[in-house]
């Protein structure tokens, strides 16, 4: 029987992005889920199984950059049946989640692995399960080359869901002109919606209650290395 950090890296989805894309996953923190409960990564939804499924792993994906804001953390949920054969796949789109295995849209799963394939939005890092469909979204490409904003305090670090009450990390207003400088000038680009996989390294995966520990100190790093690059503003 796999120990759950097996079974993660065995299940973990093969992700494709833009081929300008600027910014990727700094680290991958992992829960393997075989009962009911909710998330502490994503703690608006409670994880749930449905009958036949083994388990629910949950990747979440931190960035140190979306293409609008400092911080970045998407989600993708791979549900393996007690045969040992993924059911069910979803990802985060902005704040929500969609369906990354459907049968209408070919190649969303490579049979002989038994990984879910996943297309990252360029500068967003939301998840679909074909590049196209971005064009749905308004803005999918300006968004991009209009790059700049604040730092976010995303919600398991905000004060609404951390432990303790208190916001995690507290930017300062200078924190927040460097962020924007610093996409403006650094990390925008020209979305092209070709994509290549990219391969993540073993290494980049961990409990997420250790990312979890990790990442407020990642935050305050990039705000100390941006006053250094910038100054006072």
């Known amino acids: 029987m796999r120990t759950d950090p097996e079974t993660a890296l065995r299940y973990a989805p093969v992700l494709y992005f833009d081929e300008a894309e600027t910014i990727f996953p700094r680290a991958v923190g992992v829960t393997v889920f075989r009962e009911e409960r909710k998330s502490d990564s994503f703690p608006k939804r409670i994880i749930t199984l449905p009958e036949g499924a083994a388990c629910v ?27 040992g054969e993924p059911l069910a796949a979803e990802g985060s789109f902005h704040g929500k989640y969609l369906n990354l295995l459907v049968p209408e849209i070919p190649g ?41 904003g604040p730092v ?12 303790g009450g208190k916001d995690l990390f507290v930017p300062e207003r200078r924190d927040d002109a460097h962020s924007i400088r610093y996409l403006r000038e650094q990390l925008a680009f020209e979305p092209t919606l070709r994509f ?6 073993k290494s980049l995966y961990r409990p997420w209650k250790e990312l979890f520990r990790q990442i407020p100190g990642w935050i305050r790093q990039e705000c100390r290395r941006l006053n250094e690059l910038y100054g006072e503003e």
């Not at 976010?152 to 432990?163: D, H, K, Q, T, V």
Request: aromatic residues 16%.
């Open 57 to 83: 792993i949950e990747y979440a994906y931190y960035f140190d950059y979306d293409i609008g804001h400092m911080y970045d953390l998407e989600h993708i949920w791979v549900t393996v049946g007690n045969d």
């Open 196 to 201: 290549r996989e990219r391969p993540l390294e």
């Open 152 to 163: 976010l305090i995303g919600n398991p670090f905000s004060a609404e869901y951390a432990p």
């Open 108 to 148: 969303a799963l490579r049979p002989r692995e038994k990984r879910v394939q996943a297309f990252c939005q360029p500068g967003k890092h939301a998840f679909l399960p074909a590049g196209a469909l971005f064009r749905l979204v308004p803005g999918w490409d300006s968004c991009c080359r209009e790059a700049g």
